[in-house]
């Protein structure tokens, strides 16, 4: 599943490119129907443009495999990738096969003329990532030295590439084969038959294979001809069309429905960004009914609601083709086209689509509204990797300030090489050391650390607070050769953020630490959660126990799937991208953390939904974290929540 996300994390940069292309080439369809021209300039222009991306969209799902799927991609991947993509499409394309076979093009099996799909550009970009990974630090003898490192990487990949196609040279034939034969055997079926091609049609939308299926009801494979049948009126009334009219309901309106859905179920702090993708996809989707835009938005982060939304696409197929309801399309099942074809004598009754369409758009919207928030699905805007995570372009900004924390805590952890791994949590670097003895504690302290845990093995842990996630970007820039160490190493005292001082930190100034320089002071807070309140001493972390975060109280707490809520009055200062933790700065001036379960950034954001964003202010009692503790039960996590003073060593909680 972890592939699958990541695989559609990869694939939104040339998917945010489709809508627009789907429209110029949509525009320019229905300007040159519209004016009997097919060599309109103003039509031409705009449909070639359109074209131009639409028809190389498998070259662009291989470019952004290439770049999305590489651990520390920098372009070389992508080079990769469109190394790989023209080698395989090369030496499988009909002119290459008639070549090595001695035969006539025209001789050439069908299914070469169809390589060029979305499949083989996934597997191109695979290649190109892989090769990258792991050939981008090769060093080669002094004689080859010239296509050391980065430069190695393209010649691996098309390397791979060769035997990737000669395998595909004696795999796709039958692949392809076999869907055509699949497709032939349903023509027999009616309804049944009809469904199952529009149930198809979409599953094999993701490997670009659904053009195997088509080419059997839309075309002359099989003698149907559904499509140029009714672009030229000479099918027959009432049954020519019966395999496109249920595919309008679906693009028109079911997706939309969904698009709506996935918005409506977004994180707040990610809804700007999630509405930019699904409307432009929706238009283009109602408009032209190209659907890429929407349904490679959602179908490798959330397979299960694709396999509904292509059982729903078979559902209205079967049904469409039983009403006395017919549409067609040239293009595809959008609005534009729908509009058109109702002038084909082969249209019948085609103002019903749109009713049928919004019974679509309702069930789509319902059922997948419901299926992303009982299942926490990861749609757009649900995962904060799927954007980057939060604070991308502002951590660029601050990114600066940390430099000087980073640069200190690299050699302090044993040097470059000795760090595998590097991840955060709420508070702390984790850490895979290749040797963790030659960590210098003390140097991590004066650097800003609050303390540092070894939990077995090569696991180090390095608290520093809240701000830990941009120390930890400036770690992985100066490792990578993206950033620079100042050349003063001096760590700046606000850089550390409040969470270390006091407690296990080794500070007692109250002064220095408390809003108000008060000591002694007592916070009364609501419970965030139902439960057993007990003491921080009982918390089984000694991060939270020995109060090296700061003081505080925990809640065992009880039930489900429950809502963590505002302990008092105040403003949300953090919200960490697992959705784990959140950080509010009360009325009072308390920083206060709540932390839900221990060792919970390792669910990677599963069981956990923030309902507020950074810079909200909250009422006491207002819910923050949607969390379902049985999730965090079945991940081996325990649920005890601890709640933290930050920046107030002597302050005391009572819930």
Same mark, same amino acid.
């Given at each position: 599943?972890?592939?699958?996300?990541?695989? =559609?994390?990869?694939?939104?940069?040339?998917?945010?490119?489709?809508?627009?292309?789907?429209?110029?080439?949509?525009? =320019?369809?229905?300007?040159?129907?519209?004016?009997?021209?097919? $060599?309109?300039?103003?039509?031409?222009?705009?449909?070639?443009?359109?074209?131009?991306?639409?028809?190389?969209m498998?070259?662009?799902?291989?470019? =952004?495999?290439?770049?999305?799927?590489?651990?520390?991609?920098?372009?070389?991947?992508?080079?990769?990738?469109?190394?790989?993509?023209?080698?395989?499409?090369t030496?499988?394309?009909?002119?290459?096969?008639?070549?090595?076979?001695?035969?006539?093009?025209?001789?050439?099996?069908? #299914?070469?003329g169809?390589v060029?799909?979305?499949?083989?550009? %996934? %597997?191109?970009?695979?290649?190109?990532?892989?090769?990258?990974d @792991?050939?981008?630090d090769?060093?080669?003898? !002094?004689?080859?030295?010239?296509?050391?490192?980065?430069?190695?990487?393209?010649?691996?990949s098309?390397?791979i590439?060769?035997? #990737?196609?000669?395998?595909?040279?004696?795999v796709?034939?039958?692949?392809?084969?076999?869907?055509?034969?699949?497709?032939?055997? *349903?023509l027999?079926? =009616?309804?049944?038959?009809?469904?199952?091609?529009?149930?198809?049609?979409?599953?094999?939308i993701?490997?670009?294979?659904?053009?195997?299926? @088509?080419s059997?009801?839309?075309?002359?494979?099989?003698?149907? $001809? !559904?499509?140029?049948?009714?672009?030229?009126?000479?099918?027959?009334?009432?049954?020519?069309?019966?395999?496109m009219?249920?595919?309008?309901?679906?693009?028109?309106?079911g997706?939309?429905?969904?698009a709506l859905?996935?918005?409506?179920?977004?994180?707040t702090?990610?809804?700007?960004?999630?509405?930019?993708?699904?409307?432009?996809? #929706?238009?283009? &989707?109602?408009?032209?009914?190209?659907?890429?835009?929407?349904?490679?938005?959602?179908?490798?982060?959330?397979?299960?609601?694709?396999?509904?939304h292509?059982?729903?696409?078979?559902?209205?197929m079967a049904?469409?083709?039983?009403?006395?309801?017919?549409?067609?399309?040239?293009? &595809?099942?959008?609005? /534009?086209?729908?509009?058109?074809g109702?002038?084909?004598?082969?249209?019948? @009754?085609?103002w019903?689509?749109?009713?049928?369409?919004?019974?679509?758009?309702?069930v789509?919207?319902?059922?997948?509204?419901?299926?992303?928030?009982?299942?926490d699905?990861?749609?757009?805007?649900?995962? !904060?990797?799927?954007e980057?995570?939060?604070?991308?372009?502002?951590?660029?900004?601050?990114?600066?300030d940390?430099?000087?924390?980073?640069?200190?805590?690299?050699?302090a952890?044993?040097g470059?090489?000795?760090?595998?791994?590097?991840? @955060?949590?709420?508070?702390?670097?984790?850490?895979?050391?290749?040797?963790?003895?030659?960590?210098?504690?003390?140097?991590?302290?004066r650097?800003?650390?609050?303390?540092?845990?070894?939990?077995?093995?090569?696991?180090?842990?390095? /608290?520093?607070?809240? $701000?830990?996630?941009?120390?930890?970007?400036?770690?992985?820039?100066?490792?990578?050769?993206?950033?620079e160490?100042?050349a003063?190493?001096?760590?700046?005292e606000?850089?550390?953020?409040?969470?270390?001082?006091?407690?296990?930190?080794?500070?007692?100034?109250?002064?220095?630490?408390?809003?108000?320089?008060?000591?002694?002071?007592?916070?009364?807070?609501?419970?965030p959660?139902?439960?057993?309140?007990?003491?921080?001493?009982?918390?089984?972390?000694?991060?939270?126990?020995?109060?090296v975060?700061?003081?505080?109280?925990?809640?065992?707490?009880?039930?489900?799937?429950? !809502?963590v809520?505002?302990?008092?009055?105040?403003?949300?200062?953090?919200?960490?991208?697992?959705?784990?933790?959140v950080?509010l700065?009360?009325? &009072?001036?308390?920083?206060?953390?709540?932390?839900?379960?221990l060792?919970?950034v390792? *669910?990677?954001?599963?069981?956990?939904?923030s309902l507020?964003?950074?810079?909200?202010?909250?009422?006491?009692?207002?819910?923050?974290?949607?969390?379902?503790?049985?999730?965090?039960? #079945?991940?081996?996590?325990?649920?005890?929540?601890?709640?933290?003073?930050?920046?107030?060593?002597?302050?005391?909680?009572?819930m």
């Open positions: 599943m972890k592939f699958l996300q990541r695989l =559609g994390r990869s694939l939104m940069l040339p998917v945010a490119v489709l809508p627009v292309a789907a429209i110029f080439s949509g525009v =320019g369809y229905w300007i040159t129907t519209a004016t009997g021209n097919p $060599n309109n300039v103003v039509g031409a222009f705009l449909g070639a443009a359109g074209g131009a991306l639409l028809n190389n498998p070259l662009l799902f291989a470019l =952004g495999v290439a770049i999305g799927m590489a651990k520390k991609s920098d372009g070389t991947s992508a080079l990769s990738g469109l190394a790989s993509w023209l080698v395989v499409t030496l499988l394309s009909p002119e290459t096969m008639a070549l090595l076979r001695g035969i006539e093009e025209e001789a050439v099996p069908a #299914a070469f169809k060029e799909n979305v499949f083989v550009g %996934i %597997i191109c970009g695979l290649i190109g990532a892989w090769s990258y @792991n050939f981008k090769t060093k080669l003898p !002094d004689a080859l030295a010239f296509f050391s490192g980065k430069r190695s990487v393209a010649i691996v098309a390397a590439s060769v035997v #990737a196609a000669l395998i595909l040279m004696f796709w034939p039958i692949v392809f084969a076999g869907l055509v034969a699949f497709g032939e055997l *349903m027999g079926m =009616g309804p049944i038959g009809t469904g199952l091609f529009g149930f198809f049609n979409r599953l094999l993701p490997l670009g294979l659904h053009h195997a299926l @088509n059997v009801f839309w075309f002359d494979v099989a003698g149907i $001809n !559904d499509l140029p049948n009714y672009l030229s009126g000479e099918g027959t009334k009432g049954t020519t069309g019966q395999y009219t249920g595919f309008f309901p679906i693009m028109m309106f997706l939309p429905g969904a859905a996935m918005y409506t179920t977004a994180k702090n990610q809804r700007k960004l999630a509405a930019a993708l699904l409307l432009s996809g #929706a238009i283009s &989707s109602i408009l032209v009914g190209v659907t890429e835009p929407l349904e490679f938005a959602f179908m490798f982060l959330a397979p299960v609601l694709y396999v509904v292509a059982l729903f696409t078979g559902i209205s049904v469409m083709q039983l009403l006395p309801i017919r549409a067609g399309f040239g293009f &595809s099942a959008g609005f /534009i086209d729908l509009l058109l109702s002038q084909s004598p082969m249209a019948e @009754n085609p019903m689509v749109v009713p049928i369409g919004l019974f679509w758009f309702v789509y919207f319902l059922v997948f509204r419901w299926m992303i928030l009982r299942f699905l990861k749609t757009p805007g649900r995962d !904060d990797a799927w980057g995570g939060e604070g991308g372009a502002e951590g660029s900004e601050i990114r600066k940390f430099l000087a924390t980073a640069a200190a805590f690299i050699p952890l044993g470059q090489r000795n760090i595998l791994e590097i991840e @955060n949590c709420a508070t702390r670097l984790r850490m895979e050391l290749e040797d963790p003895s030659a960590v210098d504690e003390a140097a991590l302290k650097a800003g650390a609050a303390g540092v845990m070894k939990p077995g093995g090569k696991s180090v842990q390095v /608290i520093y607070g809240l $701000n830990v996630q941009f120390v930890k970007d400036a770690m992985e820039a100066i490792m990578s050769g993206e950033a160490a100042p003063d190493a001096a760590v700046a606000p850089a550390r953020s409040a969470a270390v001082v006091g407690g296990a930190a080794g500070s007692s100034s109250a002064d220095a630490s408390s809003p108000s320089g008060s000591t002694g002071r007592v916070l009364r807070l609501r419970r959660l139902e439960g057993r309140v007990v003491p921080l001493s009982e918390v089984p972390d000694p991060t939270f126990s020995g109060e975060m700061g003081p505080g109280a925990a809640v065992d707490p009880e039930g489900d799937e429950v !809502d809520v505002a302990p008092a009055a105040g403003r949300v200062s953090h919200i960490f991208d697992t959705g784990h933790a950080a700065t009360l009325e &009072s001036g308390a920083d206060v953390l709540i932390h839900v379960g060792d919970t390792e *669910m990677k954001g599963h069981g956990f939904r507020v964003a950074v810079g909200d202010e909250v009422l006491e009692g207002q819910p923050l974290l949607r969390v379902d503790l049985a999730a965090v039960r #079945a991940a081996g996590h325990p649920t005890i929540t601890p709640v933290v003073v930050l920046n107030d060593p002597s302050a005391r909680i009572e």
